[in-house]
């Protein structure tokens, strides 16, 4: 596992994606965290966009979504409302960069009734790391064996999101339920990257450097498995306030 203490997430990370997408011949698929933290990696990419090749071969996964209901048959909220994490992957990421490439950008995600069977592949996967180690709708106590589920979203987790002094979904109505992918799919990723930034990161980030192995009560520790920290990188903003990390 690298670990990289950056001024700022966008060209780090950017340039790195940049690398991995220039380097794959075929499709590419990237999934990414639809919330504040990965918006400068997004500015920077669409403002780089030139410099990439194989926008035409690269596919956006889903990593999450709001789902209507507890109980199946699961359906997704309607990409209209203002939760849904696809319609601000479109507004703040896909849209434009459709239009600085002249491509339409294709979503893949798995169908909701069908979660267990969707396997497309993960060339890049950026985590963000969330409220007790979350990452996308991956909450505490999630097992390893997981894949692609529904899951039920802790009160606090909808609240971080949805606060009024919230970067990302500002006094929306978030649902109880999620569709995410989960453990499995950090296993099967060729390239991870996790992204911290914000004093408010201080103690989680803290929290999950000191993990040598998986604990379910801290999704995002993951990351330590011996199956992913080989292909992880760390970037941690200086705001988080780690010392003795290079």
Partial sequence: MRIEVVPSLAEPVGALWKKLQVQEKGHFFVSSPLSA????????????????????????VLMDEMVDRSKPPFT???????????????????YPLQKKTGITIKVLKPHPQ????????IDLLILALGVHGNYANVMPGTKENTGWHVAHL????????TDS??????????????MSLGPQ???????????????KKHHMAKQ??????????????????????????????????IDGVH
Avoid: M
Wanted: glycine share 4%.
């Fill in 37 to 60: 933290s990965p918006l400068p990696i997004y500015q920077w990419v669409v403002k780089y966009a030139d410099a990439f090749t194989g926008w035409d071969r690269f596919r956006f």
């Fill in 76 to 94: 997704y909220i309607p990409i209209t409302d203002a939760a849904s994490y696809e319609g601000f992957a479109q507004k703040h990421f896909l």
């Fill in 114 to 121: 069908y979660l267990e069977t969707y396997s497309k592949p």
């Fill in 154 to 161: 802790t009160s606090e987790f909808r609240e971080t999101h």
């Fill in 165 to 178: 002094t919230s970067q990302s979904y500002p006094g929306v109505h978030f649902r109880e339920y999620g």
């Fill in 185 to 199: 799919q950090v296993l099967s990723s060729k390239n991870v990257v996790v992204i911290a930034s914000g004093e």
């Fill in 208 to 241: 999950l450097l000191s993990y040598d192995s998986f604990d379910p009560d801290f999704p995002l520790s993951i990351v330590c498995h011996p199956k992913v920290s080989e292909k992880t990188t760390i970037f941690i903003t200086d705001d988080v306030g």
